[in-house]
């Protein structure tokens, strides 16, 4: 009697720590995946503010080199007349 009864104590502990093991394996490897997506989100916002950078500084530089067109400059307003001419 006494020897069955440590044989089922001795099986649920071991199965427990069988589970255990396979728990912290998961946990180790989530652990991992988790670890490099978050480095591949954080290279992906570095790549994002370089595309960013780059966008805004051909903008002005496109800005600068645009040509400059002169336009002339509207003819001043003509003067008022007398109310005598106005009819």
């Known amino acids: ?9 001795n099986d649920e502990a071991i ?3 069988k589970d255990r093991h396979y728990f912290m394996k ?3 490897s989530a652990r991992n995946y988790f670890a ?3 480095s591949s ?3 992906s916002l570095k790549n994002a503010g ?3 950078i780059d966008f805004a500084q051909g903008e002005q530089q496109n800005f600068i080199l645009s040509p ?3 336009v002339p400059l ?3 307003p003509l003067p008022d007349l007398p109310a005598a001419l106005r009819r």
């Open 1 to 9: 009697m006494g020897c069955y009864q440590s044989k089922i104590e």
């Open 41 to 43: 989100y954080g290279a």
């Open 50 to 52: 370089a595309a960013l």
């Open 74 to 76: 509207p003819p001043p």
């Open 36 to 38: 490099a997506a978050h």
């Open 15 to 17: 199965s427990r720590c």
């Open 26 to 28: 998961q946990a180790v």
């Open 68 to 70: 400059s067109y002169d």
